[in-house]
Nanobody, 121 residues
């Protein structure tokens, strides 16, 4: 049973940075394809960033150039470095794990409970 636990969310002001973490258990982390999704108020959950077990990355257009996804196989941990945050980034951020990647923007696999990120002045 794969379990994912997110942390690092909080309240920040526009323009500031925040780093999210996701610790995975119940799987061999190095073979998993990992991603971050988010759900903003009034919107459906959307893809933010993903990294395959081979290290290939993909980003949503809205965060490309501002966010960086990375992982530490030794710590079984996925990270999302978020820079230049704005109000549009306010959402619950979810960690996702899947064994195969066909389309990052199709929901499947395992999910964490989410961590709240609020960007407000």
């Amino acid at each position: 049973q794969v379990q994912l636990v997110e942390s690092g969310g909080g309240l920040v002001q526009p323009g500031e940075s925040l780093t999210l973490s996701c610790v995975a258990t119940g799987t061999i982390f190095s073979i998993e394809n990992m991603a971050w999704y988010r759900r903003a108020p009034g919107k459906q959950r959307e893809f933010v960033a993903g990294v395959t077990n081979a290290g290939s990355t993909d980003y949503a257009d809205s965060v490309n150039g501002r966010f960086t996804i990375s992982k530490d196989n030794g710590k079984n941990t996925l990270y999302l470095q978020m820079n230049s945050l704005n109000s549009e980034d306010t959402a619950v951020y979810y960690c996702n794990s899947r064994r195969f990647v066909v389309n990052w923007r199709v929901d499947h696999g395992y999910w964490g409970q989410g961590t709240q990120v609020t960007v407000s002045s």
